[in-house]
């Protein structure tokens, strides 16, 4: 997966906005198994960041009442797999875009796509639906899952992503995302997703 093809220009990392170093918040909350994972791998790495808790979220439209009051940019993440169903990819993108999954296709070269069921998402990202995140690579040991991410991330100082299960929501630097993602060892591009 590492020889990944795209028509899309590369990004360099000097291109990247630099972002002040967030403070962790200190966690007084009882954190569920995949919680931890994900906190545990973010201070290993000596990563930032913030961390809240509410109520299960099941769409982006319940997440909104809670993520108002947070200062990042909001993001879906989608799970997809190619027709063959060998190839898996997670699509992240500013929440409140609408995405077409025939224009996904266009954009992205990688012929058919369709969701990619429970059960992959389980195997892959030990996920399950509606906690659908980036720190799912956390578990993706083998880096089968490739990510394409939206270029207009790039213009957002802190991003959020449920850390692998929908009762929190974890803030990040996008700086210190990258970093995440360099440690994880998965292939993943900036691509134009939308105008």
């Known amino acids: 997966m590492k020889d990944f ?13 630099k972002t002040k ?24 790495l000596g990563i930032e960041f913030d961390i809240k808790f509410h109520p299960p979220l099941g769409s982006i439209e319940e997440s909104l ?19 063959k169903g060998n190839k898996h990819y ?19 070269h990688q012929g058919k796509l369709t969701f990619a069921s429970e059960a992959r998402m389980e195997k892959y990202l030990g996920l399950k639906p509606g906690s659908v995140s980036p720190f799912g690579l956390v578990n993706d040991e083998n880096h089968e899952v490739h990510l ?3 270029k207009n991330l790039l213009n957002a100082p802190r991003l959020s992503f449920h850390p692998n299960d929908n009762t929190g929501t974890i803030i990040i630097s996008q700086e210190d995302f990258i970093k995440f993602l360099d ?13």
């Not at 093809?5 to 990004?11: T, V």
């Not at 997670?90 to 992205?108: A, K, P, S, T």
């Not at 440690?183 to 691509?191: C, D, L, R, T």
């Open 5 to 17: 093809e795209s028509d899309f220009q590369e990004i360099s990392r000097e291109a990247i906005p």
């Open 21 to 44: 170093n967030m403070k962790s918040t200190e966690i007084n909350h009882p954190l569920s198994e995949r919680q931890q994972k994900v906190v545990d791998t973010l201070k290993a």
């Open 65 to 83: 009442a809670y993520w108002g009051k947070f200062e990042a940019t909001h993001c879906k993440n989608l799970f997809f797999r190619n027709h």
């Open 90 to 108: 997670l699509v992240i993108f500013e929440c409140m875009h609408q995405m077409d999954i025939h224009d996904l296709e266009q954009r992205l």
């Open 148 to 150: 394409f991410i939206d």
């Open 183 to 195: 440690a994880m060892g998965n292939s993943y591009e900036f691509v134009e997703l939308y105008e």
